[in-house]
């Protein structure tokens, strides 16, 4: 079993800024893709950022030149600084790890961007 310590998420501003991260177990880590996906009431999961073992990422097209996805071997964890956040970025947010041709998903942290 797959085990994740998600943090960050919340409630802010247009224009704002959040940073999610997301740890896992160290074999696991460092062997895999891992990244976000969100989804928002009504609408289907969708990737967020992806990032692989050899530091290659993937973003969707809306979220490109505003989230900023990295990991740390060190500390095992994937961070997301999310900056300029729309209303539309409003979701629950999942981490996720591709392992052994199957994801892997964290249990979600809502990100609410509103006035």
């Known amino acids: 079993q797959v085990q994740f310590v998600e943090s960050g998420g919340g409630l802010v501003q247009p224009g704002g800024s959040l940073r999610l991260s997301c740890a896992t177990s160290r074999r696991i880590f460092s062997a895999n893709v891992m990244g976000w996906y969100r989804q928002a009431p009504g609408k289907q999961r969708e990737l967020v950022a992806s990032?692989?073992?050899?530091?290659?990422?993937n973003y969707a097209d809306s979220v490109k030149g505003r989230f900023t996805i990295s990991r740390d071997n060190a500390e095992n964890t994937v961070y997301l600084p999310m900056n300029n956040l729309k209303p539309e970025d409003t979701a629950v947010y999942y981490c996720?790890?591709?392992?052994?041709?199957?994801?892997?998903w964290g249990r979600g942290t809502q990100v609410t961007v509103s006035s």
């Open positions: 990032i692989g073992s050899n530091e290659h990422t």
């Open positions: 996720y790890i591709y392992l052994t041709g199957t994801n892997y």
